[in-house]
C-alpha cells in the first residue's frame, strides 16, 4: 500500500506544472500552457489558423490581464495540464507531440469528463474573442474574422486597447 501511494505521489510530482516526458534520462520535452492552448485552438477551430487569426496571443493578454479573475486563468493553466497529463496516460506523449487523429482521441476522451467540456468551452470562447473581436486586440488580424463571416464591426471602434499590455482603461 505504501509503494501504490508513493507512485501517485511521483506520477502527481511529475506531471505537475508542466508536463516533462523523459526517454531514459533525457528530457525531450516540455509543453507551457500557452503551447499546448495554441494547438488546442487550432483543434477547435481550424479556420482561425488558415485566416491568420492570432489566437494564442489572446491568450496571453488574458492570462495577464487584471480583470480576469485569478480562479479563471488558474483555470485556463490547469485544464492545459490536464489535458497534457490524460494526454501522457493514453499515448505516453504530450497532446502538442501527438497526431492530429490522437489529439482528436484525446479531446473526445477529456471532452467526457465535467472539467474537460467545461474547460474546451471557456478555450473556445477565447478563441471566438479572439477570432472576432475588434483588430485593435490584435487576434482578428486584418479583420480576417469579420471578412470571413462578412461582418462589419461595429463603430466608433476602440482607440485603444481595454485589455492587454500594460492598457487597462475602464
Known amino acids: 500500500m505504501t509503494f501504490k501511494n508513493r507512485r501517485n505521489f511521483l506520477k502527481a510530482g511529475v ?3 508542466a508536463v ?4 531514459g534520462c533525457s528530457v525531450f520535452g516540455i509543453t507551457t500552457a500557452r503551447d499546448t492552448i495554441k494547438v488546442l485552438e487550432n483543434d477547435l477551430f481550424p479556420r482561425a489558423k488558415e485566416l491568420g487569426i492570432n489566437t ?6 488574458i492570462l495577464r490581464h487584471p480583470r480576469v479573475t485569478k ?3 488558474r483555470f485556463l493553466k490547469n485544464g492545459a495540464k490536464w489535458l497534457n497529463e490524460t494526454s501522457v496516460e493514453m499515448f505516453k506523449k504530450q497532446y502538442t507531440k501527438l497526431s492530429s487523429e490522437k489529439r482528436h482521441l484525446v479531446l473526445k476522451n477529456v471532452t467526457q ?4 467540456s467545461s474547460w474546451c468551452d471557456t478555450v473556445l470562447r477565447y478563441t471566438f474573442e479572439a477570432a ?4 485593435i486586440y490584435g487576434g ?3 479583420e480576417a474574422g469579420w471578412k470571413w463571416l462578412a ?7 476602440p482607440t485603444k486597447m481595454y485589455l492587454g499590455r500594460g492598457s487597462y482603461n475602464v
Open 56 to 61: 494564442a496571443d489572446y491568450i496571453s493578454i
Open 151 to 157: 461582418f462589419e464591426g461595429g463603430k466608433p471602434r
Open 71 to 73: 480562479e479563471d486563468k
Open 132 to 135: 472576432f473581436g475588434d483588430p
Open 140 to 142: 482578428n488580424n486584418k
Open 20 to 23: 516533462i516526458i523523459m526517454s
Open 113 to 116: 469528463t465535467k472539467w474537460g
Open 15 to 17: 506531471l505537475s506544472s
